[in-house]
């Protein structure tokens, strides 16, 4: 839980350029209210509309969302069926407000599994979006982080035989971002959990080697701005030394 004393955002130094977040809390929310799993779903769709918006008018440039993880399937078949309906739901009603507003949709993940009507509709949205600028948002959709990297040393290790080399270490460690399911999209400087749970999920392993992790108890259909800029200011009181050691001054 984030307890430091609240500042305007104005004042902090440093917006994370990339934010990746972890929506937990969802089935929870409803609990606690004697409501179905789904109505929580359909009020984390709404906090994952608030908080894009928010982020882009705080001057974040991407953000990541783990909408559906591959292992998400072993859910119950009611609920992955709503959990679908209520992403066809915003595919269709939200993707022309995100166009109108300047972003950019950029969905990762296995989309083989999903139905076919989805994958045109996330096509249809990229195409669409796809020269806007304001921010970039990336949905994590049948995504699992360990899958992402098995799939990029396969297609890396490829890429290598077709030409004939064996790459060495240095080589392929500058080359493999780029064969990640991210590719093209910085790694997340600041990585967000909302439940109170504190792990990152097999999400974005290899991108997020060196995030900040901010991790809060509020559940995610009730994360705010408020959340949003207090999980920002903590982000910005931290000393980044990406594994170095600080140097001082003689």
């Known amino acids: 839980m984030i307890v430091a004393k609240q500042m305007p955002v104005a004042d902090t130094p440093h917006i994370p350029k990339?934010?990746?977040i972890i929506m937990d809390g969802n089935g929870r929310w409803a609990n606690r209210r004697g409501l179905p799993r789904t109505a929580g779903h359909k009020q984390g769709a709404e906090a994952a509309r608030r908080v894009v918006?928010?982020?882009?008018?705080?001057?974040v440039e991407f953000v990541t969302l783990f909408g559906f993880s591959s292992e998400n399937w072993s859910r119950p078949e009611s609920e992955i069926k709503e959990l679908m309906s209520l992403l066809r739901y915003y595919l269709r009603s939200e993707t022309a407000e995100l166009h109108k507003s300047g972003a950019r949709l950029r969905v990762i993940g296995n989309r083989a599994e999903l139905d076919d009507d989805i994958i045109q509709l996330i096509e249809n949205?990229?195409?669409?979006?796809?020269?806007?600028?304001k921010i970039?948002?990336?949905?994590a959709l049948n995504y699992g982080g360990r899958h992402d990297i098995l799939q990029a040393a396969q297609r890396l290790a490829e890429k290598a035989v077709s030409e004939g080399r064996v790459p060495d270490m240095k080589v392929i460690e500058k080359e493999f971002p780029g064969f990640l399911m991210t590719a093209g999209?910085?790694?997340p400087d600041l990585l967000i959990r909302t439940s109170g749970e504190q792990r990152i999920s097999n999400f974005l392993l290899w991108q997020c080697a060196y995030s900040?992790?901010?991790?809060?108890?509020?559940?995610?259909?009730?994360?705010?701005?408020?959340?949003?800029?207090q999980a920002v200011q903590d982000f910005a009181r931290r000393e980044r030394r990406f594994g170095a050691i600080k140097q001082t001054g003689a």
């Open 212 to 229: 900040e992790l901010v991790f809060t108890d509020t559940l995610w259909p009730d994360f705010d701005r408020e959340d949003l800029e």
């Open 185 to 187: 999209v910085p790694e």
């Open 125 to 133: 949205a990229e195409d669409l979006t796809k020269d806007n600028d």
């Open 53 to 59: 918006k928010d982020a882009a008018e705080m001057g």
């Open 136 to 139: 970039t948002l990336v949905i």
């Open 18 to 20: 990339h934010i990746a």
